[in-house]
């Protein structure tokens, strides 16, 4: 293959792809609003919608496209094929009915924090993200979790790619006040989010490794509502965090 046809059937797949995205943020739409939204060409859009829909991630409902269970089902194998997912899962389950708080599994991939599990707490507030959700990691617990247990030179990757926008009043932006959040965090073994992410929610959160080789899985959280102080909602949860983050490590490490 020439390398002008690989770069062609790349861009093809990225429009794909930035098709898929956009039903997402859309929450559905017809080939005309598609096409209007990402400024393609109505002919290429139909090819899109077209080989999509063929291979089950889209389906049409009328003159509407919309995402199909295809990418559910993908989502489901990625999920269970992962030793953090598998382990994290009940002791999450048990950690939000104990608080009745939003209990969560984030990963890093490609530089975003990317919510992989969410036990629901009944007392918490909004979601944090949904699943699949791409987020800024330095605007979350488990994403600073991850970028303080992450080696230099992945941190340095991470804020060239991504940078520090803000997401909330409260989101740092500054990197070397990151810098030195990272290490307080690396210090007491767990990072905060006081509504750096969302506002109106704290959050609490813990990184998770394979002891026998150090390898960063993910991250684990759990988020209320801001209804009380940040002091307080830490001293709740803190050790109740770290307890989990022990049991899942030690199942994973010796699985």
Known sequence: MDIPDREMKIKAVQKSAAILDALVKLDGATAEELSTHLEYPLST????????????????????????????????????????????KPHLNKLSMETNRHASLMIEENGYGVYIYT?????????????????????????????????????ETILERRGLPPVTDQTITDEANLQRTLTTIRDRGYALDNEEGIEGMYGIATPVVDKSTNELLGAISSYTAANKDIETFENDIANKMLEVKNKIELNITYS
């Open 45 to 88: 859009t139909f090819d899109h919608l077209y080989t999509l829909e063929a291979i089950g991630n889209v389906v049409k409902r009328g003159e509407e496209y919309q995402l199909g269970s295809r990418l559910l089902e993908l989502g489901d194998q990625m999920r269970l094929s992962s030793s953090i997912y598998t382990y994290s």
């Open 119 to 155: 036990a629901e707490g009944q007392e918490s507030g909004p979601l944090i993200g949904s699943l699949g959700q791409k987020t800024m990691m330095h605007a979350s617990a488990p994403g600073k979790a991850l970028l303080a247990k992450s080696d230099p030179e992945r941190i």
